[in-house]
């Protein structure tokens, strides 16, 4: 394998991880820059607009908001003189997700946590400095947090931001973190502060809580999970009212019940092949009984080590102590 793919396979490692690298077409990172500013219901936007999100000049955005509608990408809306998302990035995303019988599977997952817990299950993956929901589930008498299908988390503020940097390899995530100071530096120095303990905390206990650090009402608690099919960490997590749920409570109730959603959908997570295929509907879905009291060794600990080997997807900390 060349350099440059060394670099890639890097724990998924995206652009923003690699801006000092000349590897790196700046105007294809620019474009999907523009691209990522149409989520939410902020789906009409101008150049301006766009142009202080990326922060990137106006006319650079001009440039390539033209070259976006004339690839089918954006659609220019005259009268209100605005872009939204076109045809051929609607079709895409479709694509991509036509036959995902995987997602389907982990949403039950998500569900059967949900129906014990009162709060918002997701499953999570990282887009530069945030997380997007691809799946959730929820209780009817949930209450507090209402994420959905491609909502936006902070990665500096939220558990399942907080667990994710913590399960990087720690040069790649304090690059990360020195990445996010240039763009968005209150974000950054929360990042800093806790990621520490975070990973110490996710070494023993194999999961991260985060306590009123997104919003002074939520306390929430998440597991990462190496997916082989994103080359990435990705998240289970789950926000829960703090006025019902402590952090003891989080500690004590809703953690056993993620490290085991963790195994069951890193059991699903396995096998690269099997996520198109009709047959993975019917495998079983083993669910290890947890024991808190073990801890990984430093010989299998491979996301401290730095390594990145092929290997099956699994909590960070699977029941028998290994990542």
């Not at 005259?78 to 998302?85: E, S, T």
């Not at 289970?236 to 963790?262: F, N, Q, W």
Request: glycine letters at 8%; charged letters at 25%; hydrophobic letters at 40%.
């Amino acid at each position: 394998m060349g350099r440059r793919s060394e670099r890639l396979s890097k724990q998924g490692m995206l652009a923003s991880d690699l801006s000092g690298d000349g590897d790196v077409i700046q105007v294809v990172s620019r474009a999907f820059d523009v691209l990522r500013c149409f989520e939410g219901h902020e789906a009409r936007l101008g150049n301006l607009e766009i142009s202080n999100r990326c922060g990137l000049p106006r006319s650079t955005v001009s440039r390539l908001t033209h070259t976006l509608t004339r690839m089918g990408q954006l659609v220019y809306l005259p009268r209100d003189q605005k872009y939204r998302i076109g045809p051929s990035a609607v079709a895409m995303s479709t694509s991509m997700m036509k036959g995902l019988q995987l997602r389907n599977l982990i949403r039950l997952r998500l569900q059967d946590v949900a129906e014990h817990l009162p709060g918002t299950v997701g499953f999570v993956i990282p887009d530069r400095f945030q997380l997007v929901y691809l799946e959730f589930a929820r209780a009817a008498n949930a209450l507090g947090l209402h994420e959905s299908t491609g909502s936006r988390i902070s990665m500096a503020s939220t558990a399942a931001g907080s667990a994710y940097l913590a399960a990087l390899d720690p040069e790649v995530g304090d690059a990360l973190i020195n990445d996010m100071e240039r763009e968005t530096p209150d974000a950054a120095k929360l990042a800093r502060s806790r990621v520490e303990a975070n990973r110490r905390h996710l070494r023993e206990h194999g999961y991260v809580t985060a306590f009123g650090t997104w919003s002074p009402h939520i306390n929430g608690c998440a597991v990462p999970l190496w997916s082989p099919q994103y080359q990435t960490f990705v998240v289970v997590t789950i926000g829960l009212l703090s006025a019902m749920y402590d952090e003891k409570r989080i500690h004590k109730e809703a953690a056993p019940r993620m490290l085991d959603l963790g195994a069951a959908v890193g059991a699903l997570l396995d096998g690269d092949g099997d996520i198109f295929a009709n047959r993975l509907e019917r495998k079983s879905l083993p669910v290890p009984a947890h024991n808190n009291n073990k801890i990984m060794t430093e010989e299998t600990n491979g996301v401290e080590a730095g390594t990145r080997r092929p290997r099956p997807a699994r909590s960070v900390r699977a029941r028998d102590g290994r990542r």
